[in-house]
């Protein structure tokens, strides 16, 4: 019995290191959202921080298009950076047996 605890400790620890490097690699990560063609982008990082937004001046013709679009630019934006921490987060917890109904992170 003590082995699988000592295992398992040992195997939450090597998922911890693991998950700590992910969580490094995606506030390091930068994503374009994209609307309208290109019309407008956004760029987000991985720790949903903006650095960036891009408007065609065609796009500023109709104020209500381009809100549409930056919100649209921003939404994908924003999936891109799930999928990229879901991918990440889904490698670095490989392998580990989890309950189920538990979700990582925590």
Known sequence: ???NIAQL???AQKMQEEMQRAQEELA?????GNAGGGMVSVTLTGRM???????????????????????AAIND?????????????????AGMQLPPGMKLPF
């Not at 390091?28 to 374009?32: C, G, L």
């Not at 921080?49 to 919100?71: F, T």
């Not at 924003?78 to 889904?90: H, I, T």
Request: charged share 25%; aromatic share 0%.
């Open 1 to 3: 019995m003590r082995g």
């Open 49 to 71: 921080e903006c650095r960036k937004v891009r408007i065609d001046p065609q796009a500023l013709a109709d104020p209500e298009m381009a809100e549409d679009l930056i919100a």
């Open 28 to 32: 390091n990560i930068e994503v374009i």
């Open 9 to 11: 400790m040992q195997q």
């Open 77 to 93: 934006a924003v999936n891109k950076v799930n999928a990229a921490s879901q991918e990440r987060m889904g490698s670095a917890t």
